[in-house]
Every structure is written in structure tokens, then in C-alpha cells.
């Protein structure tokens, strides 16, 4: 009797959130290899996809920026951009670099560099069928990211992705600029 009353209450229980579209959502779950959190974002970016052949085709990957300022980034965002770019890549997205200088260039004292953010040094222009953008903001208590790759062609969003990690102070000093990181 107590499992039959149990069974009908956990069936109300779903059928009411079904009905209201109030469905729990996975959460990201922080673990010791992914502080940041972008092993997550990358495996729901790839699972969310609504075109799967978009993976073979060029993607880059921008800078994440402050949301309440989209012009604006910090280490954060550009190290959250570094991130995916290894994690989209190791899920077998054809990530492209497009920093990447039209020649190698040595600096005294520097060392060997390929990439850059002048423009008038960088390589061609790419053929990218789709790009990762995201943003992020701080709360008291965490940073909210959210992420999508969009078709370059059209304002399509193919893919979507929106998890907080913890404010850390480590993460409050790479999004604030402050040294020592």
C-alpha cells in the first residue's frame, strides 16, 4: 500500500512539473580537473547541438566578455576562450586560430610568437562556418557563463549552454586584472 502511494505521489509530482515545464536541469558539478567549468560547457555545447555536421566544419572561439559590457574582457574571459578551444577540439570540432600571424616573428628577449591581436599582422581571413561566443557576470556569489555557437551565416543559434561556478578569489583576480594571478 505504502509503495502504490508513493508511486502515485511521485507520478503527480512529475505530471505537475511536465504540465507547469518546471523540469529539474542538470547542474554543473565542479570538479578538480575543470575549476572553470568548460569540460562541462564544451560536452553540453556538443550534446545540445541541433546541426551535428557543423562539428566538421571551421569554428572559432572569441573571448568570453562581461555581460553587462560587451566590448569589454578580462584574463578570465580570454583564459575561458583558451579553455574551450582545447576542449572543442578534443570533441573533434574543427577549432581554427584566428590570431594566428601571417608570419612567424622573433622578439629579442620575447622568443618565437605566431599569435597576435594586431590586426594588421594577422593571416587572412578565415572561412569559419561557426563561431563560440559567450559571456559572463559576477554575483556575490558565483559567475554566471553562458555560451552559444552561432552560425556565421545567419543569427542562428545552434547550440546553447548556461552554468555558474564558484567566485573564488583566484576567479574575482583574473576577472578584475589584479597581480598576482
Do not use: H, W
Amino acid at each position: 500500500m505504502k509503495k502504490t502511494v508513493a508511486l502515485i505521489f511521485s507520478f503527480a509530482i512529475l505530471s505537475a512539473a511536465c504540465v507547469t515545464g518546471i523540469v529539474p536541469k542538470a547542474s554543473f558539478q565542479k570538479s578538480g580537473t575543470d575549476r572553470f567549468g568548460t569540460q562541462y560547457l564544451a560536452k553540453e555545447i556538443f550534446n545540445n547541438l541541433r546541426t551535428p555536421t557543423v562539428i566538421n566544419s571551421p569554428t572559432i572561439v572569441t573571448s568570453f566578455v562581461d555581460l553587462n559590457e560587451l566590448e569589454k574582457t578580462s584574463v578570465f574571459g580570454r583564459l575561458m576562450a583558451e579553455k574551450l578551444l582545447d576542449e572543442l577540439s578534443r570533441r573533434g570540432f574543427q577549432v581554427i586560430e584566428v590570431r594566428r600571424a601571417q608570419d612567424l616573428f622573433i622578439k629579442k628577449s620575447v622568443g618565437e610568437m605566431i599569435l597576435t591581436r594586431e590586426i594588421s599582422e594577422l593571416a587572412s581571413v578565415t572561412k569559419a562556418r561557426t563561431v563560440l561566443a559567450g559571456t559572463y557576470v559576477a554575483t556575490s556569489k558565483g559567475v554566471i557563463i553562458n555560451a552559444r555557437l552561432i552560425d556565421i551565416k545567419s543569427p542562428e543559434i545552434l547550440s546553447t549552454v548556461s552554468y555558474e561556478i564558484e567566485l573564488t578569489e583566484e576567479i574575482e583576480n583574473l576577472i578584475r586584472g589584479v597581480s598576482p594571478f
